[in-house]
């Protein structure tokens, strides 16, 4: 059941999940290969097309509308900021590496596009990035299967324990991230809202003391 299913869904899924920031359906799929439902190198080149394709279009969004797009998210709006200045200092070497940086697949490439990278040279280095990333995720993946089976003899019986346990780990990350962006959000609109009182409390003192001001007394004109 299991092999039939990948069979007939599990490079498409593979692809839609590299395509959005899929580093634990790599792992899934870099391990099912050394069970022999996958095949390692289909998993690599879907892997790269996948992760190729999804930075190219967010890049492209970058340079259009990358503003707006961090602005969407308190945290991609302060990461982005960072992700700025990384970039303004070694450009080369985050359009290649910062998808082993967890959390950047999104926001990186938006900020990318945003600081005006060449496109060509994007085109170029994302792709040797994507190359690299998903080669060694996958065998990272494949022989982490090995080193299991070294151990634990026939893993066969295990598979679904250890299938499941990478479930547990990539919903988990995903979820605490979820939650740091949230108390993100919370914590800044709480600031946004003490600026904005701020404000108002300084424009109504001021608005109190231009009266005081007039009607003070104005000296005699000789």
Not at 77 to 91: F, S
Not at 195 to 211: C, R, V, Y
């Amino acid at each position: 059941m299991l092999q039939q299913f990948l069979h007939d869904f599990g490079y498409f899924a593979l692809f839609l999940g590299t395509f959005f920031e899929g580093e634990t359906i790599l792992v899934l799929a870099g391990f099912l290969a050394f069970r022999g439902y996958m095949d390692i190198n289909l998993v690599v080149v879907v892997a790269f097309f996948g992760s190729y394709a999804g930075d190219q279009l967010w890049y492209f969004m970058g340079r259009k509308h990358g503003r707006k797009l961090l602005a969407r998210k308190p945290r991609w709006q302060m990461m982005g900021d960072r992700a700025l200045e990384h970039i303004r200092r070694h450009p080369d070497i985050w359009v290649l590496s910062f998808r082993f940086v967890y959390g950047l697949r999104t926001v990186m490439p938006v900020a990318i596009g945003l600081s005006g990278y060449p496109p060509g040279r994007y085109l170029l280095l994302n792709g040797i990035g994507a190359a690299i990333w998903a080669t060694a995720l996958a065998a990272a993946a494949y022989h982490f299967g090995a080193v299991l089976e070294g151990m634990l003899g026939s893993i066969k019986k295990y598979e679904l324990w250890v299938l499941g346990a990478l479930l547990v780990l990539g919903v988990g990350l995903w979820l605490r991230r979820r939650f740091k962006n949230a108390r993100l959000a919370k914590k800044i609109y709480e600031d946004e809202q003490i600026a904005k009182a701020e404000q108002a409390a300084k424009a109504e003192q001021l608005q109190l003391a231009e009266p005081a001001k007039s009607a003070e007394p104005k000296p005699p004109v000789e």
